[in-house]
Nanobody
Framework: DLVESGGGLVQAGDSLRLSCAAS????????VGWFRQGPGKEREFVAS????????RYADSVKGRFTISRDNAKKTVYLQMNGLRPEDTAAYYC???????????????????WGQGTQVTVSS
């Protein structure tokens, strides 16, 4: 299971840190990604991190503002979001897949497990 937390209502320019906590198999074999879905939009890729955290990738829209990290001992992946904008308003989902290679995957179809999401609302 994946459980997201840390969402909330903030003002433009503020920061939030989302967490994705996992239970079950050893977390250190999973590639993890963050996706988001805004009102009336399709779910889109935000960021991802490889099994050992050596590779990360970001959507162009969040580069330089968001940082993904992981703590395998705590079975948790974080998404630090700085400089939030109203267009970042969305439900944020974490996703995971077991991997045998270091890769930061960006496609929804590549992930087998999904959390329930946490809402982020950014007011202007």
């Amino acid at each position: 299971d994946l459980v997201e937390s840390g969402g909330g209502l903030v003002q433009a320019g503020d920061s939030l840190r989302l967490s994705c906590a996992a239970s079950g198999p050893p977390f250190s074999v999973f590639t993890v990604g963050w996706f988001r879905q805004g009102p009336g939009k399709e779910r889109e890729f935000v960021a991802s991190i490889s099994v050992r955290g050596t590779i990360s990738r970001y959507a162009d829209s969040v580069k330089g503002r968001f940082t993904i990290s992981r703590d395998n001992a705590k079975k948790t992946v974080y998404l630090q979001m700085n400089g939030l904008r109203p267009e970042d308003t969305a439900a944020y989902y974490c996703a995971a897949r077991a991997d045998t290679v270091e890769a930061a995957r960006t496609e929804r179809s590549e992930y087998a497990y999904w959390g329930q999401g946490t809402q982020v609302t950014v007011s202007s």
